[in-house]
């Protein structure tokens, strides 16, 4: 009878112990919480120091190839003018897929938080169409001299139903990298530019393929960003109509005879020059055959460069084999990125000190500071690249000379697309490069799925 | 003959153990090599063992904090999701009574809602109870998630147990409690300790609603730490298989100490009628 009671005090004590443990779960989170989701706290504007605290998502975290820069930046804005008021409340979200799930969430809940970092995909339309993102117009006119550090392309590209949305911070621009000794192995002499035509390139590919070298790095996976380069050079180098297809926001018809030849030749190049786990393959293991000097060549942009010197990647040496040159027919994507937004959380104060902390992210000494840290290619035209980087970093000062040899410029379907097209693009080129599907049946997904947005 | 079976027996099962067993050497023997001795040779031996992808994986992500909170918030929802399954499901199955079919085919349905559906759902009702970014909030989902297949596993089991038990001990004067507690539930921990490990297993990948229903460190959970070694155009794989060998241990203990029961519980009804 004792031991009995005893049982069940014993399981009184522990059921206890278990609703306290897991009540405590709450409420001492609740007080110690130091990142609530971006509008949760709404109220939490002005803190009692007077600073006004904004919250920001920062998918610039871990190894993410702009980490550096960005703590830099937080860092170093709050000790100027405009920003030793601000304090910044962060929610870290490492990778920008797992950022993007997150953004478009808190845009449907209307939680966005104060400063919208555009995460690879472009979600200006998205939010700016819910109304969960301030108009920065204004601020724009009123500040000419920010406005002109941006040209009309990249503004428009940041434009929604005539209302300025996003800032744009980089311009993004792709192109080629070769590796000069297997070209020499093969006997064949790089392009100073580009080649020519893209039946030049191929008898290029044929000529290492002979040497016994895998001539071009490919993709399928995740986005399929190396195909996806490879794809849009060839649409946008296909004459006045495949430059223009390739220029145009949400393309919904993809059946035009330019993409159909290139979705014709990306079936041959899977056939013939890539390597057998491209298929199924991402762009990760794609450079380390780069580095690895087990293909030739790979296209991207210039954020690609520090990684040559990385030891850690490339092997010593590495960063004097690569070589640059555009796409045949001296063609380059260039587009504009989506810009960073600001949350239109309704308080005056908070958006102007996001819009300070835009303002100061793309001064010219900061876009300058990114292309050191980072790559990314300075938004503006007309600034002056400081000669210390061109003699630290000769790639880097070739790619901002090579820019302005391109003939023809065209955007990628990452930036342009409809992001259920980019994903059907992904999950589509598999079925191409088996042969499962013709370059035809593969452009008619392409159209269906736009199509799905336009119902 | 003989002996060429046992030979081919003993193939069979090195095959197999070094199926289950090579990833994790793997991923092990990875987690000292350098980057580009992983870039370069997948199968390469490292050229010294020492510790500084662990110190690196540290460095990159609260490592350490968020499993901490895997720890708490996987074994909380264990918890919660065996205490209410082991009572519903030996209800479920032993008795009939009203709404019964109702009950599961309510059960049943919630295992076709995809997470990304009630996500936004989730989100705004945490915000409003106040328990968004809490452990407690992630304990409630990985817990109701966890309890439909829980349930079907348990009613199963349950239905293996003979019924004459149960009428032995109220015929010696036991109560509905005393019988549950001391006839049923021993002869059910098998099946208790599979749906543990099931539950534990899931939740302890879970990244989903990790991501969602958070937006701090103190209730993220190891999946969203491994993200921190997966950047942009910039991964460090051999921080993340440090990561993935310090995170991936308590699996395999649990396992290991648990394995006599689960192993009966698979097996368990496979022999009856």
Known sequence: ?455 | MKNASRILKYLFMAFFTFIAVGPIVWAFISSFKTYAEINSSALSWPSSFQLDNYKAAFQYAPIAKYFVNSIIIVGCSVLVTVALVAMCAYIVSRFEFKMKTLIILFISASLMLPAQAISQPLFMIFQKLGIFDTKLGLIIVYSAMGIPMSFFVMVSYYKTISTALEESAYIDGATFLQTFFRIILPLAKPGLVTIALLQFINTWNEFYFALMLTSGDTARTVPIALNYYMGTFANNYSALFAAVVMTVLPTIVVFIVLQRQVMESLTAGAVKG
Not at chain 1, 17 to 38: I, L, N, P, Q
Not at chain 1, 132 to 152: I, M, N, R
Not at chain 1, 427 to 449: D, H, Q, R, V
């Open chain 1, 1 to 455: 009878m004792r031991k009995r009671s005893v049982k069940r005090l014993f399981a009184a004590v522990l059921a206890g112990a278990m609703v306290m443990g897991m009540a405590a779960c709450s409420s001492s989170e609740t007080g110690e919480k130091d990142s609530g989701s971006s509008g949760s706290d709404g109220s939490a504007q002005t803190e009692d120091s007077g600073k006004v605290v904004l919250n920001v998502i920062n998918y610039h975290v871990g190894t993410d190839y702009a980490a550096e820069y960005y703590s830099y930046l937080f860092e170093e804005f709050q000790k100027t003018e405009e920003g030793k008021n601000v304090e910044f409340n962060f929610e870290e979200i490492p990778t920008t897929d797992a950022y993007n799930q997150k953004i478009k969430l808190l845009i449907s809940s209307g939680d966005l938080p104060d400063i919208v970092f555009n995460g690879g995909n472009n979600i200006t339309e998205l939010a700016a169409k819910s109304g969960k993102v301030a108009d920065l117009t204004q601020y724009f006119e009123e500040d000419p001299e920010w406005k002109g550090l941006f040209d009309d392309t990249s503004l428009e590209f940041n434009t929604v139903d005539g209302k300025i949305y996003g800032v744009p911070v980089s311009k993004e621009i792709s192109y080629i990298y070769y590796n000069k000794e297997l070209f020499q192995k093969a006997g064949i002499e790089a392009p100073e530019i580009a080649y020519e035509t893209w039946d030049d390139f191929f008898k290029a590919c044929d000529a290492l393929k002979k040497e016994g070298i895998t001539p071009v790095g490919m993709d399928t996976a995740d986005m399929g960003w190396l195909t996806n380069l490879w794809m849009s050079a060839l649409i946008g180098t296909n004459g006045e109509a495949g430059s223009e297809w390739m220029n145009t926001m949400y393309p919904d018809d993809f059946n035009t005879p330019e993409v159909e030849e290139a979705a014709k030749t990306i079936q041959t190049m899977f056939k013939e020059y890539t390597t057998d786990d491209a298929v199924g393959g991402k762009y990760d293991p794609m450079a380390t055959h780069f580095f690895n000097e087990e293909i030739a060549m790979i296209p991207n942009g210039p954020w690609m460069i520090p990684d040559f010197s990385q030891t850690e990647k490339a092997p010593e040496g590495f960063y004097d084999k690569v070589g640059i040159m555009l796409m045949p027919g001296k063609g380059m994507e260039m587009v504009p990125t989506p810009g960073d937004m600001v949350g239109a959380s309704g308080d005056e104060e908070k958006i102007k000190a996001a819009v300070a902390f835009l303002k100061f992210e793309t001064s010219p000494e900061n876009q300058i500071k990114a292309l050191e840290m980072t790559g990314l290619q300075p938004v503006s035209n007309d600034l002056e690249i400081p000669g210390e980087l061109t003699e630290s970093d000769p790639l880097m000062a070739e790619v901002l000379k090579i820019q302005n040899e391109a003939a023809v410029t065209y955007g990628q379907n990452q930036a342009y697309w409809y992001q259920n097209t980019i994903d059907t693009f992904s999950t589509e080129l598999p079925e191409l490069a088996y042969g499962n599907i013709t370059p035809e049946e593969f452009c008619k997904k392409l159209t269906e799925s736009a199509a799905k947005n336009q119902e």
